[in-house]
């Protein structure tokens, strides 16, 4: 079966799964798109889990400012090594996390974790943190978090 390039590009962007992977789950999937993204997403959440017992010692603590300044958060997102805490992955992650704080009043880690992701309502934030390790290689781990807002 001839796999769509620009399928396999697109999964790799939105999952971070390796080349082989990905067209091993097109031809797997017969090259359904959803189905395959699906699939590497269970994967990935799979190899989150199994780095569960590592130690996540290094990371940033990340700002992001919203609503012409009226509301703001701060996050402390943890990972294994400076390495990754460097990369343009993990700071993506790290603003995506921000942000989502900023637009709901949550209480805990856990439910930060399980609340939809503002880009993309069929994503979870847990979803984000599956992805940005399965790329990076490395536990990730939201430590905590805490949102400003005028007027409080």
């Known amino acids: 079966m001839a796999i ?12 971070g799964a390796g080349i082989l992977e990905i ?3 097109l031809e797997e999937t017969s090259g359904d798109f959803d189905k395959a993204k699906e699939e590497l997403m269970k994967r990935a959440a799979s190899k989150a889990a199994k ?3 590592r130690v996540a010692k290094d990371g940033l603590v990340f700002s992001y400012i ?8 701060l996050v402390l ?9 460097k990369t343009d ?6 603003q ?13 880690v856990e439910k930060l974790l399980e609340s939809e992701y503002i880009r993309d309502p069929s994503k979870k934030i847990q979803d984000l943190v599956n992805e ?3 790329k990076t290689g490395e536990k990730i781990e939201i430590v905590k978090f805490t949102k400003f807002s005028v007027g409080e």
Do not use: P, W, Y
Request: proline share 0%.
């Open 4 to 15: 769509d390039v620009e399928k396999l590009k697109r999964l790799r962007e939105e999952t």
């Open 66 to 73: 919203h609503n012409g300044g009226k509301v703001g958060s």
């Open 51 to 53: 780095k569960s017992d």
């Open 132 to 134: 940005t390790s399965a």
């Open 77 to 85: 997102i943890g990972c294994e090594t400076d390495f990754v805490a």
């Open 23 to 25: 067209k091993s789950m």
């Open 89 to 94: 992955d993990f700071k993506k992650l790290c």
């Open 96 to 108: 995506e996390v921000s942000m989502q704080v900023c637009t709901e009043d949550l209480d805990s």
